[in-house]
């Protein structure tokens, strides 16, 4: 028997994220990923922590101090004072990915930590956008016609165009070539979609499908039209025994992604649920 499809993806995260990407509040949006697989977290109570971690600098920036003093000081509260830093000991660990544990732990990878510093500053007033490196995200601080590119990750430190290079061959070797349109800053939808594909394939290298779910029922709200993504909840839903919504995904897939390279597997599945759905009409 085919099973009955869940609710749709979390009301409140489709609520915080259907409006105009300026209009996202990117720290409620963050904070709502885990509400599945943190029934019992209260956003509210996050959204007040970000609140009281921006609170002590508030008479600190001054309006007249240069970016480098600013970001110095935003640097030594967070990543001092704050205890933020960077988990590389775990940096697959799921829990880096939802921003809730991040707030407890004050343990986070690349992009959780970069929310964190975007979301501080933005309670003061201070610009930061998002920088999505290639395999790594950073953050870039302005003030006028001044601007500094920031690693979160590494204690908030400044980075040159050569070291953003480097980041992204770290990870890509040889052929991660920095492109100009990498340092562009990305939306808020974008940072999302980011940290979701971080736990996606994380549960997926665990096999954890029950927890993949509602990661990727997020993904494929943000991004209908993304054929991955509908691919891989299309393959989920298989698993799920929800044959209709399977087929749809992976016909989908296939019509969007016609020379995909595992398009030889993704039709043996699709062959295997038309059967099934055959036999239940």
């Not at 393959?235 to 030889?264: I, K």
Request: charged letters at 30%; hydrophobic letters at 40%.
């Amino acid at each position: 028997m085919e099973s009955a499809p869940d609710p749709p993806t979390g009301n409140r995260f489709a609520r915080a994220v259907d409006r105009p990407d300026e209009s996202i509040d990117l720290g409620e949006a963050a904070l709502l990923i885990a509400e599945d697989a943190y029934p019992d977290s209260r956003v509210d109570t996050y959204l007040a922590e970000l609140d009281t971690i921006a609170e002590p600098l508030r008479s600190r920036l001054r309006g007249d101090l240069p970016l480098p003093a600013l970001v110095s000081i935003v640097n030594g509260h967070l990543f001092g004072e704050e205890g933020f830093r960077g988990n590389a000991e775990e940096y697959y660990d799921p829990r880096n990915s939802y921003l809730n544990e991040v707030l407890d732990r004050r343990l986070g990878i690349p992009i959780t930590l970069s929310v964190v510093y975007m979301e501080v500053s933005r309670r003061l007033g201070l610009e930061v956008v998002g920088i999505g490196l290639p395999g790594h995200f950073v953050v870039e601080a302005r003030k006028g016609g001044d601007s500094l590119l920031l690693d979160p990750f590494h204690g908030g430190e400044t980075l040159t165009l050569e070291d953003c290079q480097r980041l992204v061959a770290e990870v890509y070797g040889d052929a991660g070539v920095l492109a100009q349109e990498d340092l562009e800053p990305v939306t808020k939808r974008q940072i999302l979609t980011r940290i979701l594909n971080n736990l996606k394939m994380a549960y997926l290298r665990a096999d954890d499908a029950d927890r993949a779910w509602p990661v990727v029922e997020k993904m494929v709200h943000l991004n209908p039209e993304s054929p991955v993504d509908r691919r891989d909840r299309g393959l989920l839903a298989h698993r799920r025994n929800q044959f209709r919504l399977a087929r749809d995904d992976l016909r989908f897939y296939l019509e969007r992604r016609p020379d995909a390279p595992d398009r030889s597997a993704i039709e043996a599945s699709l062959s295997a649920i038309e059967s099934i759905l055959g036999m239940m009409s």
